[in-house]
């Protein structure tokens, strides 16, 4: 009987995946990662500029960047196993749930942005943030299943927790930061 592998090994393992990706696995890799890595620039370069041009800012604010790094940081790491190994387990019901509960999230992102002109785009905004954690609860018991049966693995579990974290304090501090009035938004944007 063979050791079990310990955890960076296992990380190194999981991620040399990688290699195992078709055109079309990079082509979704890459626009779903790169679309978490836009959100993280956009929201982080949006208050870096504002607060070197002296804008303050609250600080939930700052947590809507950095929850953002912590998802898409986790996001690379787990959709690695999701387009290789764990590709055919997900290709129904898993697969859907991930759809649905990227276009919520997404969906809630760009409704909040709006609700900073549009006060009645909070409503679907948070309509569809709850939703998206719905889903992400239910796409747990999928991923939960599949470690039980061996179809899954701790580096992929582990990556959940950071998906998890990250859109939870991300988006905790996102609908702070709209209640309180999106302090320094208005300050920030006449200076672009």
């Known amino acids: 009987m063979s050791e079990p592998l310990g955890f ?18 990079w082509i ?13 620039v956009g929201t982080g370069g949006f208050l870096a500029f504002g607060a070197v041009h002296g804008v303050h800012f ?8 950095l929850g953002s790094m912590l998802f898409s940081l986790s996001i690379a790491i787990d959709t690695i196993g999701h387009r290789s190994i764990y590709k055919p387990y997900i290709r129904r019901a898993e697969g859907l749930v991930h759809g649905i509960t990227i276009a919520c999230g997404v969906g809630s992102c760009v409704l909040l942005c709006a ?5 009645g785009a ?7 943030t709850v939703l998206s954690i719905i889903y992400s609860l239910v796409d747990e018991v999928f991923h939960w299943h599949r470690y039980w049966t061996e ?5 992929e579990m582990w990556s959940h927790v950071g998906i998890l974290t990250g859109h ?3 988006m905790l501090g996102w609908w702070t ?3 309180t009035g999106y302090q320094g938004v208005g300050a920030t944007l006449s200076l672009l």
Do not use: K
């Not at 960076?8 to 696995?25: C, K, P, S, T």
């Not at 890459?30 to 890595?37: D, F, N």
């Not at 600080?59 to 809507?64: G, K, L, M, P, Y």
């Open 8 to 25: 960076g090994a296992e990380l190194l393992v999981y991620v040399g995946r990688v290699r195992q990706f078709q055109r079309n696995d």
């Open 28 to 40: 979704v890799y890459l626009s779903w990662v790169g679309t978490m890595i836009g959100l993280v």
């Open 58 to 65: 609250p600080s939930a604010a700052w947590w809507v960047p």
């Open 115 to 119: 609700a900073y002109r549009n006060e």
């Open 122 to 128: 909070w409503i679907p905004a948070l309509t569809l």
């Open 151 to 155: 179809r899954s693995d701790r580096v």
């Open 168 to 170: 939870g304090v991300m």
């Open 177 to 179: 930061w709209y209640f």
